[in-house]
């Protein structure tokens, strides 16, 4: 198995990274592999996961990951730095099984015809530089509505609970292939009028923004990209997913409770 280790630098980080090197080490088919690896390991937050996952995107359909947390649980990092041993048991001992998550697939064209393609695991969002921007928004290439704010957000299920959220906008499920469009300020008035409200497409549909500004910014999981003269940019569900391993896998409305409201024991 080819396995590589990605980290933050925290000092509790590299105490559990130098534990589960040992570990891997006193396996015989373990090869410590940072090019092709089948199986990535992240130490950190994540943050460190979605790092890992951009350096490896291209190659997204033969990796599996694993989130290990040194600060809180996180989304994408649910097992514990003290459950380390565990992990690496189970990864063993069991036939690797895994679970999908959905992601999102933006496409940015130029006014010149120039394509270029992103991969987001959370989130991409689009703003102006300065003032606000002004966009037209079609779904499944219908004009849905003429936007003016500060923005626009468009998230995957397990970028709902990141930016989306403070955004307002609803936490889904990561089983529900779907794609949530969030607003960023809108501004409402007698002469722009959004929904005001997020919208979460189905799986096969497609929403594109049609800007009004010569200069954006977009972000791609909180990377920030210039884009001078874009024509049109148009987001879908991918056909690639990410892969984690399912086992020790922490149930996600439970993630979430722990994330935003507190551990609550209780069951009916
Ligand atoms: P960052 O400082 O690395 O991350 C900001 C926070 O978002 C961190 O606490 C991170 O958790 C958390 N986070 C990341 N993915 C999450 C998810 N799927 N669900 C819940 N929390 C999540 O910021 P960055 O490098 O600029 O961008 C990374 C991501 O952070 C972006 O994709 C964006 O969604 C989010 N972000 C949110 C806001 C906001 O809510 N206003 C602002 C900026 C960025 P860890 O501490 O475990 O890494």
Redo the contacts with the bound molecule.
Sequence with gaps: MKITIAHNTNEETLRVVAHLKKLLQQKDDVVFDAKYPDVVITV?????L?NAFHRYETQISSIRFIGI?T??L????DWRSDDVDKMVDALFLRQPESTNYPLLEVELETEAGEKRHFLAL??SAVKRVSHTLEANVYIEGKLFENFRGDGLCVSTP??S??????LGGAVIHPRLKALQMAEIASINNRVFRTLSSPIVIAPDQWITIVPDANHLVMTV??QHIDVYNAKKITYRISQKVIQFDRFGHTRFWSRVQS?FIGDKNDTI
């Design positions: 950190g937050g994540d943050g460190t979605i947390h600060g809180h996180g989304f994408y990092t959370n989130e397990t970028g609970t990141a930016y989306n959220k403070s999981d909180g994330a």
